[in-house]
């Protein structure tokens, strides 16, 4: 019997439920071991947590204390600019993270580890069903060496760690946040608050947040220069971008209960939202999910293993697009549910590992006069192993996945259901050395396989959201990736830094391309016309760098002026040309000072122009913007702080490259945020 026909689905399902239900509550103390109190370590790649400052794959970290002050903007939009990510930038209520030039399904955004569930990836209009509003910590994985969530995370990972199920007591018996804020650009607002309350060995966490922003002021016209250029269009500035506005409504509850040997909980959540498409005058969407997860953590006093986690996500999910009657339109619904378990080596001398296991089924569905999609049915199993070994001096890494994908569709117009089986092996190696205790290096391999999505396998129909008439191919076969990464950490007190060049060759890229074609519709007594755009299999290499650096010039005390500075730059090639929707260099200098009470920044982010693009798109202009942030914390001992940040304060109109509406849609212009924070 082959591994993924014994790996059922119960049985998968019995191995997360044991985690759950073994942790019987004891002693009341935290479960997190000492490591994983550091700041630095990170879980998202690496079950059994390593320091950022030892990763030999490029990672991100943001806390809670930088989410506390964040912008309430979306997913992709909070990330934008962070070294190696960029916005999808689908106007404000539609933004997913681009990972050195990849997106969609080649970047898997998660919540606690599990799938969301939701319908994000099959078009850049649609809404990631996960808000930063509500993590606690969001950690992000660049570059396909992500063996513990599958081959579908070729490009990365984005980990939004909500703590909805708490791992740990509360310190005093009650912690929690509320935040509140504003913003002049859209005339946006935001409340938010969370808390986890202890009740003997048990945990209630209660957390909900509201947002609401009108249409977003553009220094500009919304038509880009080369596309007026391009097409004959007068430029006019009408002061904003319409159809940008957004609301969002979400709350949760948990549970956990806390013992000396782990802990077992659930929680659910409701999300609803709505917002505008830019690229359809006066047309919306409202998203609705509802999600539950249960999840939980056994730790063994003797043995090879320290650990079991398991977890289990199960959402419904709904995205119906209104148009300007008020009519719903077509409808996406995806429901289904994921599921892990992982076994934690204990610590043998520097040696650390883990194996686990994990299973999803998904049914995504598409009903209404745009539905470009048919209806499908992805399951997906996968079992895999990571082990480092860590001598001080120097160390190894390895790891290895194997996963098969079943996805099946009655394609559109047709009558027999077609079913694609996909068996996908990905595996990665890497050494690492540290000449010195503040210097580490790093080089790493990995190969990894991706499954196409059912987009790319049975697209056939007008895609509004991107204007094109998009065709699958049932017969495209899974993408191979190798990519080599070199690594450097340094800290050395006063100047620290971090670089990583990494370069991808790609065999059977799947890309979507302009077929020189058009389709021809009617609407309205009017019609019009789409070109028509087919998924095809390519060859295709990506070569890029991401380097930060940081230099305390002054401290005294708890007070310091630090100067930053950041780079990333992804360049791409396909057999059939440049890729598409490549972002350009970008550069990014910050002078920070920093102390108990008060905070203040100041921040020059320049973007290069692009012009090196594939046929069917025009190039970007440069631009660069200037920020200014401050923080300021009135009481030490009571947990408020006071924020403000004027962004783009020289009113700049910059475009989002890698944005499909990066020609009719300019960023936001001058903007003032401010808000408060309450820690208890």
Known sequence: MSFPRALSTRSLMMASAAALLLATPAAAQSVQDPATELDDIIVTGAPFGISQSASVIATTVIDEEALATAPAATLGDLLAGTPGLRSSSFAPGATRPVIRGLTGPRVQVLTNGIGLIDASSVSPDHQVAADPAEATRIEIVRGPSTLVYGGSAIGGVVNVLDGRIPDALPEGGVDGLVVAQGSSVDEGSSFGGRADIALGNFVLHLDAVTKEADDYDIPSSPISRNLAEAE???RENTGVVP??????????VGGSFIGDRGFAGVSYKETDSAYGVVAEEGVFIEL????????GELRFDTGPFRALRGAFGQADYTHTEFEDVGEPGTVFE???WEARADLIQRDQNGWNGAIGVQALSRDLSAIGDEAYIPGSTTDE???????RWDRDGYGFEGGLRYDRRTVSATPIGGTTELEREYDNWSASAAVFLRPSENLFLGLSLARNERAPSETELFADGVHIATGVYEVGDVDLDSESVTTLEGTLHYDGGRLRGDLHVYASRYDGFIDLRDTGLTFEETHDGEVEEFPVFAYLQ???DFRGFEAEIAYDVWSEGDRA???????????ADTDLGPASRIPPLSVTGRVNYGSGPLDLGLEVRHVAEQDEVAAFELPSDSYTMINLSGA???FTDQGVTVFAEARNITDTEAREHVSFLKDIAPLPGANLRVGVAYRF
């Open 232 to 234: 004959g269009i007068t």
């Open 243 to 252: 159809g940008s506005f957004s609301e969002l409504d979400a709350w949760g």
């Open 288 to 295: 609705e999910q509802q999600r539950f997860d249960a999840r």
């Open 334 to 336: 995806s429901d289904g």
């Open 381 to 387: 199993a996968g079992v895999y192993a990571v082990q």
């Open 538 to 540: 390519t060859d295709a």
């Open 561 to 571: 002026v630090t100067l930053e500075g950041a780079i990333d730059y992804v360049d």
């Open 632 to 634: 300021w914390r009135p």
